[in-house]
């Protein structure tokens, strides 16, 4: 019997990949990432920013392998900002990561996308104008699929 299970977090500031792990960032990334679109029509389509996708899958890759107890903090203590940082992404005036895992039937964009707009937080970076540029990835273990959003404006 698989219990279904899912649990998302939030951080907000102001301001590569691990290897050998088999992240599925193509089709469920893509799925998130245009979801995350169709909720912001009012304020336009987020740019997908490659340095915020390697930030992001770096650290969905990171919770899949070492655990999801850390939420936004990194196994190796880093943060989103340093993360983003990191990949490249060093001029934003304020950034945003989203955090989701779930299991079993909750294992899905759809269910990311709507426990994300469920929780106040979430939905306030989801559809805050001011980010202008997103990354999003998956990571996929079994039946547990994490997903990672790191949002960035000027």
């Not at 995350?36 to 899949?64: E, F, I, K, S």
Request: glycine share 12%.
């Amino acid at each position: 019997m698989v219990i279904p299970f899912a649990i998302c977090a939030v951080a907000v500031t102001a301001v590569g990949p691990i290897a050998g792990f088999a992240s599925r960032a193509d089709d469920l990334s893509a799925a998130i990432y245009d979801g995350v679109n169709q909720l912001r029509q009012p304020c336009g389509v987020v740019g997908d920013d490659p340095r915020l996708t390697v930030a992001a899958q770096r650290h969905a890759d990171d919770l899949m392998m070492n655990g999801v107890g850390g939420g936004h903090i990194g196994s190796d203590g880093s943060s989103p900002q340093a993360r983003i940082a990191d990949a490249g992404y060093t001029r934003a005036a304020h950034t945003s990561e989203i955090v989701y895992w779930g299991t079993g039937s909750h294992a899905t964009p759809g269910a990311a996308l709507d426990l994300w707009m469920q929780s106040p937080p979430h939905r306030a970076v989801i559809l805050d104008c001011a980010f202008t540029a997103a990354g999003v990835a998956t990571a996929w273990s079994g039946n547990m699929m994490i997903a990672v959003g790191d949002f960035a404006g000027p």
